[in-house]
T-cell receptor, first 111, second 112 residues
Framework: GQQLNQSPQSMFIQEGEDVSMNCTSS?????WLWYKQDPGEGPVLLIA?????ELTSNGRLTAQFGITRKDSFLNISASIPSDVGIYFC???????????FGKGTRLHILP | SAVISQKPSRDICQRGTSLTIQCQVD?????MFWYRQQPGQSLTLIAT?????????ESGFVIDKFPISRPNLTFSTLTVSNMSPEDSSIYLC?????????FGSGTRLTVV
């Protein structure tokens, strides 16, 4: 079945640094979703991508839908303490509305 | 976008008991989804709940363990039955909002 491989699993960075994480799949996706989960909360949608090659920004966040439709990346520029959390990539399974999630990238910001 | 109210937000339960989690949406939605997030893990889909029909369960999840109700287009419940410590997880409801998926804030369940 479809799987999403997300890397890195965790990151430790200094405040102000840029962050890059990516997600690859074993099969083609038609939609890529990037979520952030804060402790004790449900995931919140950051960016949704619908077309191969699409590059979309949301403030300091930028995500791209890979040309092959089997990968996507998320960049965070000039990280701040509130960026700490778990970032998940996700996409719909086959043709129905169900989505699967990558294992997440845990972002830590060093004091 | 739709707002989901999920409760309880957390609970500590004795093994062998059952807990029912509720999700209320402020608008009518056709499909609702229930996910489980085990400690330190990603989200795994349990089942899809459509109003007026039985829920569709994913591999590894069965109705006897996770019965779901969907009495109308704004409400759903998930019951975790005959709980064991392995059921300690965060349980989340979700719905498709035409452009993404909205999640409830989750129910953090600890089974002792």
């Amino acid at each position: 079945g479809q799987q999403l491989n997300q890397s890195p699993q965790s990151m430790f960075i200094q405040e102000g640094e840029d962050v890059s994480m990516n997600c690859t799949s074993s099969s083609i996706f038609n939609t890529w979703l990037w979520y952030k989960q804060d402790p004790g909360e449900g995931p919140v949608l950051l960016i949704a991508l619908y077309k191969a090659g699409e590059l979309t920004s949301n403030g300091r966040l930028t995500a791209q839908f890979g040309i092959t439709r089997k990968d996507s990346f998320l960049n965070i520029s000039a990280s701040i303490p509130s960026d700490v959390g778990i970032y998940f990539c996700a996409g719909p399974m086959n043709r129905d509305d169900k989505i699967i999630f990558g294992k997440g990238t845990r972002l830590h910001i060093l004091p | 976008s739709a707002v989901i109210s999920q409760k309880p937000s957390r609970d500590i339960c004795q093994r062998g008991t059952s807990l029912t989690i509720q999700c209320q949406v402020d608008s009518q939605v056709t499909m609702m989804f229930w996910y489980r997030q085990q400690p330190g893990q990603s989200l795994t889909l349990i089942a899809t709940a459509n109003q007026g029909s039985e829920a569709t369960y994913e591999s590894g999840f069965v109705i006897d363990k996770f019965p779901i109700s969907r009495p109308n287009l704004t409400f759903s419940t998930l019951t975790v039955s005959n709980m064991s410590p392995e059921d300690s997880s965060i349980y989340l409801c979700s719905l498709s909002t035409g452009g993404g998926y909205t999640f409830g804030s989750g129910t953090r369940l600890t089974v002792v």
